[in-house]
């Protein structure tokens, strides 16, 4: 049966992929997105799905929330701010956006009449802070983020906090302790948890996928405080030396944005996920010097990634999916990590320079200015 789906954030970079899928699924898909400037910087994005209906309003819109809303059965919440950093110093706006505008949509799903039969909303692993470890005399510990003079002194494995021994990462499962480090991990968890309680209470069945470090073609490249393959390919672009914080073995779980549509067309399916909180991964950790060098490799450049042996505020040192709960209702990631780089990197290279514009280094003289770089 074709089902009504609205997905705000479609035009994003999650939520554009995300209403392929549902178009080429033959669903009726309404978008709303505010088209946010330092995402598309003024412009209309060229993959804009002709298939959807275009609402251009701010999530925070309740009126035009509500009219996105009318007589939808799914709602795929995609819509966010989401620079970490940036978060630090707009904090209100964050929260606005993620937790407020969220607030709004549970606000309409309560008190007003409606369809909606299934709500999935975009978490993320930022929520967790650090990620789990093991102690080899203290056993599984949850550390939180690695202490300041530790830091300054350029020792950056993690710790145990008991008995000082270096740590072994561990895969993250859901039920650790959630640490947020930062506003916009704040702002999700808020968004994660107010969901839940809300679906819970008035039986909407609702899940939060945790994403963890998603890459892929239509990635806002040129913003600043985008992820680190973006960042990369912009740098390694314009011919400039990838800059590696720390020492570069630091590692994430990268999961290419064609398994995040996956796993959200799976938890509309799927009432297995109803209430629940899922991560969404490969289970697989990649250091980020590791990316470095496969991106410099797949653009074809001869640069040395430049290692700046700097902390950046906030950043955790391991956090990669345990993804066994998801993989119970049926999710397993599709696409290996070289080709889903292979991908990426493909479609940076058809970008046109203007869209391609470096600017690390402003965004990093304002990190420093800030005083948000160790
Ligand atoms: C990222 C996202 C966050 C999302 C989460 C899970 C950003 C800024 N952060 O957080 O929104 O919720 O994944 O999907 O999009 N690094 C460098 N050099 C750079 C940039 C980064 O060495 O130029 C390092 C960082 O210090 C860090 C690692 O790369 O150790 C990953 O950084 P980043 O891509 O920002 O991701 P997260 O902080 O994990």
């Not at 620079?83 to 606000?107: C, P």
Request: aromatic share 8%.
């Amino acid at each position: 049966m074709r089902k009504k789906v609205l997905v705000t954030g479609g035009a994003g970079f999650v939520g554009s992929h995300l209403v392929d899928a549902l178009v080429r699924d033959g669903e009726e898909v309404v978008v709303l997105d505010n088209l946010e400037y330092q995402v598309h910087e003024g412009r209309l994005p060229g993959y804009l799905n002709p298939g959807a209906k275009y609402v251009f309003a701010d999530v925070t819109d309740g009126e035009a929330l509500e009219r996105a809303l009318e007589g939808c059965e799914v709602v795929f919440h995609e819509a966010a701010a989401v620079g970490v950093g940036q978060s630090m110093y707009q904090v209100e706006k964050y929260m606005r956006v993620n937790a407020i505008g969220t607030a709004k949509l549970l606000d309409l799903l309560v008190n007003r009449e409606h369809d909606v039969e299934k709500l999935v909303v975009a978490s993320s692993m930022s929520i967790y802070g650090e990620g789990k470890y093991e102690c080899a005399d203290c056993g599984i510990v949850y550390p939180r983020l690695r202490p300041r003079e530790q830091l300054a002194a350029r020792d950056w494995e993690v710790k145990c906090p008991t008995c000082g021994l270096a740590l072994k990462p561990l895969p993250t499962d859901e039920g650790k302790p959630l640490f947020p480090t930062s506003i916009y991990a704040m702002s999700k968890r808020d968004q994660e948890e107010m969901s839940l309680a809300i679906g819970k209470a008035y039986g909407i069945p609702t899940v939060a996928l945790r994403y963890f470090n998603i890459y892929g073609p239509r990635q806002a490249l040129s913003n600043p405080y985008t992820g680190v393959c973006a960042i990369f390919s912009c740098r390694i672009r314009n011919d400039n030396p990838p800059v590696i914080f720390e020492d570069g073995l630091q590692s994430r779980d990268f999961v290419s944005v064609q398994d995040i549509v996956r796993a959200n067309l799976l938890a509309m399916e799927s009432s297995g996920a109803d209430y629940r909180a899922l991560n969404v991964g490969t289970g697989r950790p990649t250091s980020i010097g590791e990316i470095a060098q496969v991106l410099i490799r797949l653009y074809g450049k001869r640069l040395k990634p430049k290692v700046a042996n700097k902390y950046r505020e906030g950043d955790i040192r391991h956090c990669y999916a345990d993804i066994t709960a998801i993989s119970a209702l049926g999710f397993a990631p599709q696409v290996a990590f070289e080709e889903g780089m292979r991908e990426l990197a493909e479609w940076v290279g058809l970008q046109p320079e203007c869209q391609v514009a470096d600017r690390f280094e402003k965004a990093q003289r304002e990190l420093e200015r800030r005083k948000l770089t160790l």
